[in-house]
């Protein structure tokens, strides 16, 4: 293993670190990347085009990456599990260093990242993409002994299958609660979609259930597109009970699977899906970049954190509105941040940022919707585009809504393959 | 005379601007998120149509005629068009024309 000039300095001394610049020839710049998701992966292999010679390391626990895009699909019976799992084989063939453990802490100030098999790593530039972890609590009587029995699913992976695993158990004529939780969370359309992709389940195979969304918002992602689609497929399958209407969770009963009401009305599931409140994974809070929200206030221009500098952060972690949490825009992040970097370790000045969206939505075979977006930096913050994006038109006929489902399959493999693909 | 002056020195310097805007770097990042759904260097694997070595005048045209909404086939490409300016859509056209197929 070749070592870093930030590897050297930690070796010396913290005290070193007052010495001037030591040149680059001496060592390979080292960037850190923990995460190996839409933003993390992105980035590993887009610095590794920037700059071959940079030494790049990746942080991934999960030997294989199961997708948040495309799980609910697995949900709805109509993706196998295998094609929404992921595996580091391109990565490492394209010269990234991928080491499969936890990062467990952070030190900012010496430049070290501290993993779960006890290796300390030096780094010259971190990049975080940590996803989101849960607030734990924040949902009374929902923790995550409770989500063994109330499936979130909101992380890719073994509550995903619990879930598939719950529906396929369930009685025809049973009832689909999902819960939808108060402040930013990842994928704003997802509530919507999986209710779409559930419901195609149930209609082809238990057309007598029911399903019920419980939401703490009083419109969604799509709303109109969503509304006209399960009219046309489902017909009645699916009610959506907004905050106003009495929609707002304040308790969830895991055991007998309930969720009652602010306003003390109790729903009972056969099957309950409860979204929790969300926030930065963990790792954000270790490193210090995260602030009193949550989440990771970053400089636009470089996705790198206004609190520590040197650490640059992507994703659903981050507070990046008007872009959504969304893995397209994880991944755009990912090539901004990157191109800075780069650009920045070689003393150049980086590139202007710029930035794009486009989030499918299965609502049916053959049925697909979209929503996009084009977005610029300004004053260290993210600014849309005025003019573009949009969602799709609510008057297209079965032809575009063919199309756009085409499209969302067709995006999934670009950007799989963008990410994850052979070198 | 002094404003003419002034004008021609204002356009040079805008042009400047503009040049130094769109060095390849400027562009690749441009770019990127054409990945996302055209595949890697605009090779897609799927359904998305491939954008690899088009000529350069016949997809800037295409994706101008996307910014204008005038192409009665197209879904998510005019809303994304929008968002870029005439500019920027010819350099990521020669872009794109320059990766083989």
């Not at chain 1, 609910?72 to 490492?92: A, K, M, P, V």
């Not at chain 1, 499969?100 to 990242?113: L, Q």
């Not at chain 1, 996705?303 to 825009?329: N, Y």
């Not at chain 1, 090539?335 to 710029?354: F, M, Q, W, Y």
């Amino acid at each position: 293993m070749k070592t870093t000039r930030r590897e050297m300095l930690l070796a010396m001394g913290a005290g070193v670190l007052a010495l001037p610049y030591v040149a680059r020839a001496q060592a390979a710049a080292h960037v850190v990347v923990v995460g190996g998701g839409f933003g993390g992966a992105t980035a590993a292999r887009y610095l590794r085009r920037a700059d071959p010679g940079l030494r790049i390391t990746l942080i991934e626990p999960q030997q294989r990456f199961a997708t948040c895009p495309f799980s609910n699909l697995y949900l709805g019976g109509l993706r196998d599990w295998g094609s929404i799992t992921h595996g580091y084989d391109g990565l490492r063939a394209a010269g990234i260093e991928v080491i499969h453990a936890r990062a467990e802490d952070v030190d900012g100030a010496v430049r070290s990242v501290t993993l779960s098999d006890g290796t300390r790593l030096g780094w010259d530039r971190l990049v975080l993409s940590p996803g989101i972890d849960f607030r734990w609590g924040a949902l009374a009587g929902y923790d995550e002994a409770a989500a063994e029995l109330a499936p979130h699913a909101w992380k890719a992976g073994p509550q995903t299958q619990l879930l598939r695993a719950q529906l396929e158990a369930m009685e025809d004529g049973g009832s689909f609660v999902m819960v939808v939780p108060e402040g930013a969370f990842r994928c704003p359309p997802g509530p919507y979609e999986r209710a779409s992709m559930v419901a195609h389940y149930f209609k082809t195979h238990k057309p007598r259930s029911k399903i019920l969304i419980l939401d703490s918002q009083d419109k969604f992602s799509k709303q109109p597109l969503f509304q006209q689609g399960w009219q046309a497929h489902y017909g009645e399958m699916i009610e959506w009970i907004g905050q106003s209407d009495d929609g707002l969770v304040a308790e969830v009963d895991a055991g007998t699977r309930e969720a009652v009401t602010v306003f003390g009305t109790r729903h009972k599931a056969d099957v309950l899906n409860v979204i929790p409140p969300q926030k930065a994974g963990v790792i954000a809070e270790r490193a210090g970049v995260a602030d009193q929200t949550g989440w990771v206030p970053v400089v636009a221009e470089r996705f790198e954190s206004t609190l520590v500098p040197g650490i640059h952060v992507l994703g659903d972690a981050t507070i990046a509105a008007p872009m959504p949490k969304s893995g397209f825009c994880a991944n755009a992040q990912a090539k901004v941040a990157a191109a800075a970097i780069a650009a920045d370790l070689a003393g150049r000045e980086p590139p202007p940022a710029s930035f794009a969206n486009t989030c499918y939505s299965l609502i049916a075979p053959g049925w697909g919707i979209s929503v996009a977006g084009v977005y610029r930096a300004r004053d260290g913050k993210v600014v849309e585009v005025e003019g573009a994006g949009g969602v799709s038109p609510l008057d297209a006929g079965p032809e575009f809504r063919r199309a756009e489902a085409d499209y969302g399959a067709g995006w999934y493999a670009s950007i799989c393959a963008d990410i994850w693909g052979a070198a | 005379m002094i404003h003419l002056l002034s004008i021609l020195l204002l356009a040079a310097g805008l042009g400047a601007a503009r040049a130094q805007e769109l060095d390849p770097a400027a562009v690749q990042v441009l770019a990127g998120p054409c990945a996302n759904c055209h595949g890697p260097e605009g090779r897609s694997p799927g359904a998305i149509p491939p954008i690899a070595g088009l000529p350069a005048d016949a997809a800037a045209k295409r994706m101008l005629a996307f910014r204008e909404d005038a192409d009665p086939s197209a879904t998510v490409m005019p809303r994304l068009m929008m968002g870029y300016d005439e500019d920027e859509i010819r350099a990521l056209a020669r872009w794109f024309a320059g990766i083989p197929k």
